[in-house]
């Protein structure tokens, strides 16, 4: 059965840099796409990023530069860090997975069991 | 950026009732569209993808349905368990983006 496990720091204080890992296990690490989704308390959510490990990363233009996620295949991990963070990143965040296939276009149906990132001085 | 919006935002529903909640994406997507659930402090769990494919493991009365930029979920009879949140989502094109959610509740 595949599963995530995901850890980080929880509280941050303003112009931090907030960072999260996600581990994988029981399947193979190269069959998936790797993403973050976020959501703030009491609202929807919203998509981070996703690593494509064939094509590389792409991130959400709303959060601009200050994104960047990784892998380390020889773990099973990935990561996210999202730099200078403010008040406005104060959410829930999770690590999610999408299965690879050549003829469909599979959708997140792995996650992790989320963090809770609070920014506040 | 696709935007989606879903419609309603909330929904007041008895068990046995059969539920219909709309997705409308701002430009077409074809089927890549998928459908989540969840529960309060759960993270979501994905319960169509491909627009109308139904995962592993959920319950046959949930079904989707539409292409291109109308979208529907289809709850035949609720039950208890299915109080929760709705949200639709696209993979046809970064950034992946969300619909606002619809909150299905008694």
């Known amino acids: 059965q595949v599963q995530l496990q995901q850890w980080g720091a929880g509280l941050l204080k303003p112009s931090e840099t907030l960072s999260l890992t996600c581990a994988f296990s029981?399947?193979?690490?190269?069959?998936?796409?790797w993403n973050w989704v976020r959501q703030p308390p009491g609202k929807g959510l919203e998509w981070i990023g996703e690593i494509d490990p064939r094509r590389g990363t792409s991130y959400n233009p709303s959060l601009g530069s200050r994104v960047t996620m990784s892998l380390d295949t020889s773990k099973s991990h990935f990561s996210l860090e999202l730099s200078s963070v403010t008040a406005a990143d104060t959410a829930v965040y999770y690590c999610?997975?999408?299965?690879?296939?050549?003829?469909?276009?599979?959708?997140?149906?792995?996650w992790g069991q989320g963090t809770t990132v609070t920014v506040s001085s | 950026d696709i935007q989606l919006t879903q419609s309603p935002s909330f929904l007041s529903a008895s068990v046995g009732d059969r539920v219909t909640i709309t997705c409308r994406a701002s430009q077409g997507i074809g089927t890549y569209l998928a459908w989540y659930q969840q529960k309060p402090g759960k993270a979501p769990n994905l319960l169509i993808y491909?627009?109308?494919t139904l995962q592993h493991g959920v319950p046959s009365r949930f079904s989707g349905g539409g292409s291109g930029t109308e979208f529907t979920l289809t709850i035949s009879s609720l039950q208890p368990e299915d109080f929760a949140t709705y949200y639709c989502?696209?993979?046809?094109?970064?950034?992946?983006?969300f619909g606002g959610g619809t909150k299905v509740e008694i």
């Open positions: 989502q696209q993979l046809n094109r970064y950034p992946f983006t």
């Open positions: 491909a627009a109308s």
């Open positions: 999610a997975a999408r299965y690879y296939d050549i003829l469909i276009v599979h959708s997140l149906d792995v």
């Open positions: 029981g399947g193979p690490f190269s069959d998936y796409f």
